[in-house]
């Protein structure tokens, strides 16, 4: 498990039991995915990511395909618990 999935879990959980709709659901991953990177840029790289990542920023900023499904799987996954009944 990579940090930036662990990332997309808990923002699809959150998106999820907020009750997010549409634009606002995927505002909150694209916000959960630059935060997640901003963290990664300082903390790990050092302010270098061009030495850790092959593409530099472009490898740091990408959320990645599977991450995306996984936060959309989620996401609904909570939504629908916990909104089922509303």
Do not use: R
Not at 48 to 72: H, M, R
Request: hydrophobic share 50%; with cysteine.
């Amino acid at each position: 498990m990579t940090v930036k999935f662990l990332s997309a879990c808990f923002a699809g959980a959150v998106a999820g039991i907020l009750g997010l709709q549409n634009w606002a659901g995927f505002a909150l991953f694209l916000a959960s995915t630059l935060f997640t990177s901003f963290c990664i840029y300082f903390i790990n790289c050092h302010g270098k990511p061009k030495k850790y990542f092959p593409d530099g920023w472009t490898g740091l900023l990408s959320p990645g395909q599977e991450n995306a499904f996984t936060f959309i799987l989620v996401w609904t996954l909570f939504f629908g618990i916990v909104h089922v009944y509303d």
